[in-house]
């Protein structure tokens, strides 16, 4: 009944077009709001839905315009409400193997004395839209200091400023269903008391449910994209399906529709931000 309840009140969002959900600055904070589905303006053709990898039979791999968030997850077969008591209390929705493996974790967890909350989930490409254009024209600051149109007049270095902590729409992770933030939207919570806890214990099981921290510090191994953040978890039987597969069809040009995407190229953010992800989220023959 719990279920039910939160989906009637995501197709109530959906209707009043609500931007409502926790204001914050970075990649993570935005509330689930689905739009309109978007034409796919891709030269691929639609390919069939995904599923949970099978080792012994392995799924197909899912469309492009999954792949960039053009569809609408509230009504797509595969995707699913998540139960209010795993959440900060908004509304959010999650490909259903994702979910399944959530649940499982947030049980382990339990035992352990650790609660996971979920604080953001899926976002499709409208939705992205609204975050990034809000921050390109200044009508939100960026991380709550300073406003992009004016600290960054030109186009490249203002993507690169926004692009610490917010993706371009068409290159999210939000999009695919598989990504999840956890607990708090700050590295600091994560470094002390209770967040330390609960970072401490995601570094030694989550894997074990199929999770791993995409951004990592920033280092020899991961030295371009997004800044670090700890509380970002994604679904690896999923997600890497759509990262190996935007390696090979995803390109700067595709990402458009948006204000500022003419510096997709200029910052190549396909191999910077797309695939500039933890080598440990990567499938073992694309890591590197």
């Known amino acids: 009944m719990k279920q039910l309840l939160s989906f009637a009140l995501l197709l ?15 990649t993570g904070p935005e509330v689930v709001a689905a739009a309109a589905p978007i034409p796919d303006t891709a030269p691929a053709a639609a390919a069939p ?5 099978d080792t012994n039979a392995p799924p197909t791999i899912p469309s492009y315009t999954f792949l960039t968030g053009k569809f609408d997850p509230l009504v797509h077969p ?17 490909h259903q193997d994702t979910y399944a493996a959530f649940e499982k974790m947030h049980a382990a967890a ?14 499709n490409f409208a939705r992205q839209k609204q975050i990034w254009e809000a921050k390109w024209n200044g009508q939100r600051l960026l991380e709550g200091k300073e406003k992009a149109n004016l600290a960054f007049p030109d186009p490249a270095d203002r993507a690169r400023a926004i692009l610490r902590y917010s993706s371009m729409p068409g290159t999210s992770r ?25 970072y401490d214990w995601l570094q030694a099981n989550a894997a074990a449910f199929g999770f791993c921290q995409p951004y990592t510090a920033k280092g020899d191994e991961r030295p371009n994209g997004y800044e670090e953040e700890r509380w970002h978890w994604s679904y690896l039987p999923l997600a890497t399906q759509l990262t190996d597969y935007a390696a090979t069809q995803l390109q700067d040009e595709n990402i458009t529709g ?5 510096a ?4 190549r953010v396909i191999d910077n931000y797309v695939l500039g992800i933890n080598p440990e989220c990567r499938s073992p023959k694309k890591a590197h």
């Open 12 to 26: 109530l969002l959906f209707s009043c077009g609500n931007e409502s959900g926790p204001a914050a600055t970075e």
């Open 49 to 53: 839905k995904a599923v949970a990898i």
């Open 78 to 94: 595969d995707f699913v409400p998540v139960a209010p008591k795993y959440t900060d209390g908004d509304p959010y929705v999650l």
């Open 110 to 123: 339990a035992r352990d004395g650790v609660q996971l909350i979920m604080v953001s989930a899926t976002r």
């Open 174 to 198: 939000h999009h695919w269903g598989t990504d999840i933030d956890l607990n708090a939207l700050t590295n600091g919570y994560f470094k002390q008391g209770e967040g330390k806890k609960i």
């Open 258 to 262: 948006f204000a500022g995407a003419e």
């Open 264 to 267: 997709a190229s200029a910052i």
